[in-house]
C-alpha cells in the first residue's frame, strides 16, 4: 500500500518560515515526478511546486517564485518544502503528490498519489 504522510505544518506569524516534509512508503519514488499543492479555505486546490526525479528540474507557481523551494532525497524517498516569508495568503492545508511519471504537470487529475495534508496557518 503506497502512502505519503506529511509533517512540519502549524501555525507561523507572517514573515516566519516552515519546513514540510512528505515521507513515502510502499514504493519507491525515485523515477517519479513529486511535488506540492495547496488548498485554502473556500478555494479550489492549486499545484505550488514540482521536481524532477533528479531534482534537476523544479517549477513553481508564481504567488511562491523565491520564497518557497522543494526539494528531495530519493534515497530516503522523502520530499520537502521549505516555505520562507510566509503570508497570510499562504494559509492553507498542503498536500504532497506523486504520480506515475517524470513528466511536469500543474493538474490535480494527472498525480497518482496523495498525502492526507498538513495545515499551514499564516497569521498576520
Known amino acids: 500500500q503506497v502512502q505519503l504522510v506529511e509533517s512540519g505544518g502549524g501555525l507561523v506569524q507572517a514573515g516566519g518560515s516552515l519546513r514540510l516534509s512528505c515521507a513515502a512508503s510502499?514504493?519507491?519514488?525515485?523515477?517519479?515526478?513529486m511535488g506540492w499543492f495547496r488548498q485554502a479555505p473556500g478555494k479550489e486546490r492549486e499545484f505550488v511546486a514540482f521536481?524532477?526525479?533528479?531534482?534537476?528540474?523544479?517549477e513553481y507557481v508564481d504567488s511562491v517564485k523565491g520564497r518557497f523551494t522543494i526539494s528531495r532525497d530519493n534515497a530516503k524517498n522523502t520530499v520537502s518544502l521549505q516555505m520562507n516569508s510566509l503570508k497570510p495568503e499562504d494559509t492553507a492545508v498542503y498536500y504532497c503528490?506523486?504520480?506515475?511519471?517524470?513528466?511536469?504537470?500543474?493538474?490535480?487529475?494527472?498525480?497518482?498519489?496523495w498525502g492526507q495534508g498538513t495545515q499551514v496557518t499564516v497569521s498576520s
Open positions: 503528490v506523486a504520480r506515475d511519471s517524470r513528466s511536469y504537470s500543474t493538474k490535480d487529475s494527472d498525480w497518482n498519489y
Open positions: 521536481i524532477s526525479w533528479s531534482s534537476s528540474y523544479t
Open positions: 510502499g514504493r519507491t519514488f525515485s523515477s517519479s515526478a
